[in-house]
């Protein structure tokens, strides 16, 4: 208070007027590196990088998609296929990177096994849950991208009507995918953004869309792909093409549809026969711990488990295999 007193009014709104700017000014200064558009931006020129990977694009904006950190990029770089898994990332649709991915593995591996440290299990159990824990960041990327892609797929044939309908309006074929990007919703609208700008940053179109194809290996949009081109190089009405190609995709969801539900009983038998013995096996652990720690002491139980892990990991595999119905 004696602070203020001693100062003029002016003085005060200038203190003011100076403490709003600075912090207008942090926040632009946040946004313009943190913010959406920014973040936006970060996206498309990682995937327009991972789409052509294999093409005649500038080493150096791949390889810096690896990492956030320049010393980690020779060490990224020496890891067998890095930019495989940079693909898997972006087409997973996780703001992560390789870095982070192998960061993830490396301390979910070391905490089971220091969490394991501590118990009288053999090494060999001990780095089989190491492993099985480090692979857990990889199978929630495998996850988050399945989840994308069936999203992508049944998005597909409403974004090729939209196309369709806008050349049936005049437009053209990249007009209408900048329209589809616009007007359809995430995470195919992005996909379809990213191939308009390839196009605008100069790319042909046939990259484009087999960029496209590399960005989203789904077997439809793929037929998409194929369409589009065979249609550039002998002619046809694309439009009519388009809508053939959608109906076939949306009777084809359908029928997909109806197998998963025949194939419903099947699935819960087969996470029931295969969670079964864990679940009898962590009861009888705690309520009888001497009894069946002979699994993992004695030489014969350690035999007899691995015999019995190595079948009902086949017979899993064969439920598996039973249950999914290509169509």
């Known amino acids: 208070m004696n602070f203020l007193h001693g100062h003029s009014p002016l003085f005060i709104v200038i203190l003011f007027v100076a403490v709003v700017l600075l912090f207008e000014g942090l926040y632009l200064l946040w946004n313009s590196y943190q913010g959406p558009e920014a973040r936006k931006i970060v996206r498309r020129l990682r995937a327009l990088a991972a789409g052509a990977e294999g093409g005649t694009r500038p080493a150096m904006l791949k390889t810096r998609l690896l990492g956030h950190l320049p010393a980690l990029e020779p060490v990224l770089l020496s890891l067998p296929r890095a930019h495989d898994l940079n693909r898997l990332i972006l087409q997973s649709g996780l703001d992560w990177s390789v870095a982070r991915l192998v960061s993830l593995s490396l301390a979910a591996g070391l905490f089971a096994y220091a969490l394991l440290q501590f118990q009288g299990l053999l090494p060999a159990f001990k780095w089989s849950f190491a492993c099985a824990a480090a692979a857990l960041p990889l199978t929630y990327v495998f996850w988050q991208r399945a ?181």
């Open 147 to 327: 989840g994308r892609l069936d999203k992508i797929e049944r998005q597909l044939p409403d974004a090729l009507d939209l196309i369709g309908r806008a050349l049936r309006a005049g437009h053209s074929f990249p007009a209408g995918l900048q329209l589809a990007g616009e007007e359809v919703a995430d995470p195919i609208a992005r996909e379809l953004a990213m191939t308009h700008d390839e196009v605008n940053f100069g790319v042909t179109l046939q990259q484009a869309l087999a960029n496209l194809g590399e960005r989203v290996p789904l077997t439809d949009l793929r037929y998409f792909v194929i369409a589009v081109l065979i249609q550039r190089e002998t002619g046809g009405n694309l439009t009519e093409i388009l809508g053939k190609l959608s109906n076939l995709i949306r009777d084809r969801l359908k029928l997909h549809a109806k197998i998963r539900t025949l194939t419903a009983e099947g699935r819960i038998s087969a996470w029931t026969l295969g969670l079964l013995p864990f679940a009898l096996a962590a009861i009888m652990n705690f309520g009888n711990p001497e009894f069946i720690s002979v699994l993992w002491t004695l030489p014969a139980g350690i035999e007899l488990t691995q015999i019995t892990l190595a079948v009902m990991a086949f017979g899993a595999l064969w439920l598996w295999r039973l249950t999914k119905v290509h169509v």
